[in-house]
Nanobody, 125 residues
Framework: QVQLAESGGGLVQAGGSLRLSCAAS????????MGWFRQAPGKEREFVSG????????YYTDSVKGRFTISRDNAKNTVYLQMNSLKPEDTAVYYC??????????????????WGQGTQVTVST
């Protein structure tokens, strides 16, 4: 079955960096757009970033532009999220997701069919 396994979360001070990874199995990875979402306590799950199958289309939510970078390695079935200049408001559970539209990068959770279990990112002041 399809599995998405996030890793790389943790506790970091404001201004620090983390790199999240999401390893996919059970699907033909290069046929899927991949996305990162996050959910803070008491808030809706929100889109953070997405990347098309070959990396030609990339989107970021405004609050992370210039600080986060998404990338993927189709040979390793893995998508990454490099997070720099982290802020306390970035604190959330981060989820990896896969969309079956390989070229279109959706920005809503309803466009993604497979989800990982999430990894906690906590940014302290």
């Amino acid at each position: 079955q399809v599995q998405l396994a996030e890793s790389g979360g943790g506790l970091v001070q404001a201004g620090g960096s983390l790199r999240l990874s999401c390893a996919a199995s059970g699907l033909t990875f290069e046929r899927y757009t991949m996305g990162w979402f996050r959910q803070a306590p008491g808030k809706e799950r929100e889109f953070v970033s997405g990347i098309s199958w070959n990396g030609d289309s990339i989107y970021y939510t405004d609050s992370v532009k210039g600080r986060f970078t998404i990338s993927r390695d189709n040979a390793k079935n893995t998508v990454y999220l490099q997070m720099n200049s982290l802020k306390p408001e970035d604190t959330a559970v981060y989820y990896c997701a896969a969309s079956s539209s390989p070229r279109r990068v959706g920005v809503t959770r309803y466009e993604y069919f497979y989800w990982g279990q999430g990894t906690q990112v906590t940014v302290s002041t």
